[in-house]
């Protein structure tokens, strides 16, 4: 690709093979002290609490028999706290192996990401150090588009049996699908290169385009882009927002009360199971504070890229943290890729608790809940996927990021900040409503 603003070398993007290597033994680590470490531990003490349970309820079923009403009454007690025992150690349990299996998968994408994006751009063939000069070479296209979109074809097609596979291996009842699995497999290593050549593409960099028409004469091309699709996405979270209000309010369509089906809806609602518990409301607060702070650090991150008089800290702690502007962005950027990382995790945690009470998708109240959070949660994700990239270039370039290239940072930031405002709506409205 001629026209460069950057030379980038191949072994720039063996650091990515490199650094995959090391997030997938990060993840298998923290599956097997997480999941395999304290969450069979978990699971041990949930046995004894559930064997403590059957015989409390065989002693009650007795008492109920042929025991007084005192020992009735007696069994009763010891049944209730067996039976708070047995689903407090469940939780426990759901805690911690969700929490291991969730960073391992989240650590293998990862992985994946970095790679295949890695390995596919450091086998094309290094071109020429030429940068623009007088001729104000253009940017002449690319395959980045076409690819992913090539990509997420043949994943959706083969999604299906990509699930029932995973299913199958898992142990759940359900014959495995290996044509669909392989399909779906080989669309997202398409969508990973398409993703990959983008990186590289950005990576070497190319002028900013400036909009000649209006109503964006002057602007940034990708900032105007970006506040459209984040326009757009006001309006996918509108109609998630008010499915809710309309759920909770008791609306009903007048052909629903003709038909007798208003009184038959279960609309137990997500926030019903969890307000009755702060402890249960505890992973979506921390989230909340999580995607606060780590809006904060982007910010932060954009500051020191654009800040030509950027000094380090005379607190010692923070000049160790961030002893460059270089690595002061890096840093920045990845204490944000953790917290929107332990947003997931939390999240996920937070599911196994609700399904484990019977509060599942198969409901009205069900499918609004997650589908609402589970778009967000995506959401957060993609974004942690495109930060992975953004902590790369941080460091692969030379100086970094810097007031030069540091609108990258600005026009993440914004749908970051999104992302942020949007949690700050969902979490009142369908944990405390």
Partial sequence: MSGSLHDVKNEIWMKTVVISIGILVLGVIAYGVLAMGVGSMKHHEWEEAHDELENAESSWNTANETGTLAEQESANLVWEDAHHADIDAHLSFLTWDTAGKTIMVMFIIYAAFYGIAGFFNSIQPEEDDHHYGDDH?????????????????????????????????????????????????????????????????????FPEQIATSHPFEGQDIRKAGMWIFLISEMMVFATFFSSYLRMRTGWCTQWAVDAGKCDVVDTTTASDLLRHDVMTLLPGAINTFALIISSYTIVLALKAAKNVDWQPSK??????????????VRNYLLITLALGSLFIVLKLVEWSHLIAEGFTIDTQAGSIFFVATGAHGLHVFIGLLVMLFMIFKADALE??????????????????????????????AFYLY
């Fill in 399 to 428: 100086d970094g990021y810097d007031e030069n290239n540091g609108q990258g940072i600005e026009y993440f930031g914004l749908y970051w900040h999104f992302v942020d405002l949007a949690w700050v709506a969902i979490f009142p």
């Fill in 137 to 205: 070479e253009e940017h002449h296209g690319s395959a980045s588009p076409i690819l992913m979109a090539g990509g997420i074809l043949l994943f959706m097609m083969g999604f299906p049996g990509f699930v029932t596979t995973c299913k199958a291996w898992l142990g759940l009842d359900y014959d495995a699908d290996m044509g669909g699995f392989m399909l779906s497999s080989i669309g997202s290593m398409i969508l990973i290169m398409g993703i990959g050549n983008w990186w590289n593409e950005d990576l070497k960099g």
């Fill in 315 to 328: 607190n010692k702690l923070m000049a160790k943290l961030f002893p460059s502007r270089k690595k002061a």
